[in-house]
């Protein structure tokens, strides 16, 4: 992908997420490099995200694969910058991530102390710091990017259909849930994901 098709996706990919994250423009360039590595699929692509930041919006805007139609996973407890495209027929995949060990503090410092989460309290704090680091991190991410992006050919221990789970009617709130297993209360009524509480 050119340096202008990925900054055309940064544009749509910016407007979806709601905020300018320099993550945007480096998931771009790995989501890029994986659909081109892994090729002609025999069944529909689908991913597996290593933790939900930008990156799994940037998958759902360039891919297809979404968390409603369920050919987005997350992984969110390996909370890695990296992500999977896989053929669900035959678990053929291509893992992105990004080699840290290629970024040079001397040569892309914003991009090094990006990586590293050691950017200025400054920055930290928002506003016109944050904007320029921001601007700065691309603008170095860019000139690198062939270098720090890692594309490896992996196999999904797991892939194909999902299961459709049996759907009940939950015998206290009697709303309609799906069941793991034959539980006959929905989570909340059960207290295990009570998450609200009546205003
Ligand atoms: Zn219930």
Known sequence: ?????????????????????P????????????????????????AIC?????????????TGCTLG??????????????????????????????????ISAQETPELYKFFLRKRS???KAGGEARIKSGEQVIKEFMTVREQIIKLEDVYLEKFGKGVMLPAARCKTCRESFLRQN??????????EMRYYRPA
Request: proline share 0%; aromatic share 6%.
């Open 69 to 102: 139609n369920r050919y987005l996973k997350s992984y969110d407890k390996l909370g890695r910058f990296a992500l999977t495209l896989y053929d669900r027929a035959d678990g053929r995949g291509v893992r992105g991530s990004i080699d840290i060990d290629k």
């Open 23 to 46: 993550g945007l423009v480096i998931g771009i360039a790995m989501v890029s490099g994986c659909i081109e590595k892994l090729g002609e699929v025999k069944d529909k692509v689908n």
């Open 50 to 62: 290593e933790s939900i930041l930008c990156l799994s919006d940037v998958i759902q805007l360039m």
């Open 121 to 123: 309290d400054e920055v």
């Open 1 to 21: 992908m050119t340096d202008q098709e990925i900054m055309d996706w940064f544009e749509k990919a910016a407007a979806f997420h709601r905020k300018r994250a």
């Open 182 to 191: 034959d539980e006959e209360e929905c989570g909340v009524c059960t207290g």
